[in-house]
């Protein structure tokens, strides 16, 4: 079983020399038995980031806040070679659900916390990941890494994915699977997942899904939107693309001008073609809601 250690030490800040802040740091060793890891993670408050790390840690992890402010349950166990990681983390928040549902429905504005976690993860190891958040903000980074599977689902967070470098993930990915109910997510580069599916559920938040760049392989999307908006960014034409959507009469389909109609609730560029390869095919439903679709220029 790995060693799970808890660090606690002071950081002087800069430009504040008479003053300390108590952060905190998990770290979860690798075990050499292991060749995969799978990540249940759950942020329900506060400000959330995930990045590829410098060590051979499995997962490292940084906060700075303080320890009445703060609340964690960790396990961890090995099964047929695979490290299964269980992790909460919460803050307290200092504004309610009411709050953050005001926030998006009326346009207040609203200014994120300075308490943060600060999630890293090994650049050769496998995982799954399975992430859900309440209340704040996520910034997850995926360049370099290896993610077998990727399972996101957000209250009234707002998420943003992303590649940096666009450093494509290290193996192939099954499903990239992203849920969205009151909050705002931005899923950018979606080219470099390598995934097979990607599945998109939208209640009442905001989704953006960004496959502006050429794909290296065919992805199949399923998306599903109630009352919220799901915007999608295709690429040049040059890539082939076909649309199904079944949508009511109170909702509203936004087509990009490339898109024609082939069929009955489909549509299609003029690449596209049975046999056709890294086609980007699309399996939308929506009820109550808007879908967008934008094109590069």
């Known amino acids: 079983m790995n060693k799970f250690v808890l660090l606690i030490f002071l950081v002087k800040w800069v430009g504040v020399p008479c003053s300390a802040q108590v952060k905190k740091q998990f770290t979860v060793e690798r075990n050499e038995k292991c060749n995969k890891v799978e990540l249940s993670l759950k942020a329900k408050t506060g400000n959330c980031f995930i990045r590829p790390s410098q060590n051979r840690d499995i997962l490292t992890i940084y906060g700075n806040q303080n320890a009445e402010e703060c609340t964690q349950s960790f396990s961890n166990e090995v099964k047929e070679k695979t490290s299964i990681i269980k992790l909460s983390l919460e803050q307290e928040s200092q504004r309610g659900v009411g709050r953050k549902i005001s926030t998006h429905v009326f346009g207040m504005d609203e200014r994120p916390g300075d308490k943060f976690w600060k999630v890293y993860l090994a650049e050769d190891m496998p995982y799954s ?32 994915v992303s590649y940096s470098n666009d450093i494509e993930n290290k193996t192939e990915m099954d499903t990239f699977y992203i849920k969205v109910d009151m909050g705002k997510v931005a899923a950018r580069q979606l080219n470099l997942t390598r ?39 295709l690429p040049s034409q040059e890539t082939p693309v076909i649309v199904r959507v079944s949508d009511s009469w109170l909702c509203s389909v936004s087509l990009s001008r490339n898109l024609k109609k082939i069929a009955d609730n489909t549509f299609a560029n003029a690449s596209y073609s049975k046999n056709a390869k890294d086609v980007l095919t699309f399996d939308l439903d929506v009820s109550l809601g808007k879908i967008i679709f934008k094109e590069n220029p």
């Open 129 to 160: 990941l399975d992430l859900d958040y309440g209340l704040g903000n996520a910034n997850i980074d995926l360049a370099g890494l290896a993610i077998s599977k990727l399972k996101i689902n957000t209250g009234s967070a707002d998420v943003n």
């Open 195 to 233: 995934s097979k599916y990607v599945m998109a559920n939208v209640g009442f938040g905001n989704m953006l899904l960004d496959f502006s760049s050429k794909p290296v392989m065919a992805h199949y999307i399923k998306g599903t939107v109630g009352a919220g908006n799901l915007i999608i960014h």
